[in-house]
């Protein structure tokens, strides 16, 4: 028995956050990083890294082996070694394979789980809940895109094979121009075609079916049926390699469709599916009923 002396009194009551508050907009960064691990397999399970991981070193083996071949080889010239240009073409596997088995990641499991709900009733609106989801899958693609090309560049110019000081800031823009510009596409379709499903295979699959059902139709009707070679810019991997080819002042070797045409009208291609991805993305998600 508890005689008066030993009572006790805890405050248990509720009690007002003193901490640090951030701005609304945090919440983008926040959930834009949250993304990006998330799709790379950061912090989570062994087995959520290895498609990550088999498709970075996919994206990296061809300029491993371009510099093995700068370094090891005699009297080697530039003609001798990868391209920029070529190198956006020879990743396209790689590219593919993140956006049909990786990029899902970023939005399906939120509408499978209910977490979408949840993040709606914080700071986050549809379209900042997009933006921000969009942010961390570009972020993770440019990995892809740009990581190779400016590890060959450095190893190119240690190797004295780079360009001079003068041509390297324009090699740069170049680079991240055309690294950015692939990015978007590819996540702008994949994010297009996670938002009419929850599941994760289901994505991948039209995914798929999207980056190479087109060029195969549009391809056989301009051959076949005398087609304008304006519709192979719904061949959209190929559209935008060979912006690419152009943003770094090269040709490509096949004579596709797409490049008898203007560069300003590939160039207006590639931003029209970056656009449509997106607003197809945004409507989906506008009529989306959110639960917790």
Request: aromatic share 10%; charged share 15%; glycine share 8%.
């Amino acid at each position: 028995m508890t005689t008066g002396l030993d009572a006790r009194l805890y405050d248990l009551g509720y009690r007002g956050y003193d901490g640090p508050r951030e701005r609304p907009a945090r919440a983008l960064l926040t959930l834009a990083e949250f993304t990006a691990r998330r799709v790379l397999g950061l912090g989570r399970g062994a087995r959520h890294k290895v498609l990550p991981a088999i498709t970075l070193v996919i994206a990296f083996l061809p300029a491993l082996f371009s510099v093995a071949f700068a370094v090891l080889v005699d009297e080697v010239v530039a003609q001798d070694l990868i391209s920029y240009g070529d190198y956006m073409l020879i990743i396209g596997g790689a590219l593919a394979l993140f956006a049909a088995l990786v990029a899902p990641e970023a939005l399906c499991p939120d509408k499978r789980t209910g977490m979408l709900g949840l993040y709606l009733a914080g700071p986050l609106d549809r379209t900042r809940y997009l933006i921000a989801k969009g942010a961390g899958v570009v972020a993770a693609m440019l990995l892809i895109t740009v990581g190779p090309l400016l590890f060959m560049l450095l190893a190119y110019v240690l190797a004295g094979l780079g360009p001079s000081a003068g041509e390297t800031p324009k090699l740069l823009l170049r680079i991240f121009t055309a690294g950015i510009m692939t990015a978007l596409l590819y996540a702008a379709l994949s994010m297009a075609v996670s938002s009419f499903t929850t599941r994760r295979a289901a994505a991948a699959v039209g995914v798929v079916l999207l980056l190479f059902v087109p060029v195969s139709v549009v391809r056989s009707a301009i051959e076949s049926a005398g087609a304008p070679n304006e519709l192979d810019l719904l061949s959209f991997p190929f559209v935008v390699f060979e912006l690419s080819y152009r943003i770094f002042g090269e040709t490509a070797e096949d004579a596709d469709p797409v490049t008898e045409l203007s560069t300003w009208l590939v160039a207006a291609g590639v931003v029209a599916a970056i656009v449509a991805g997106a607003l197809v993305c945004w409507f989906r998600y506008r009529r989306l009923e959110a639960f917790r």
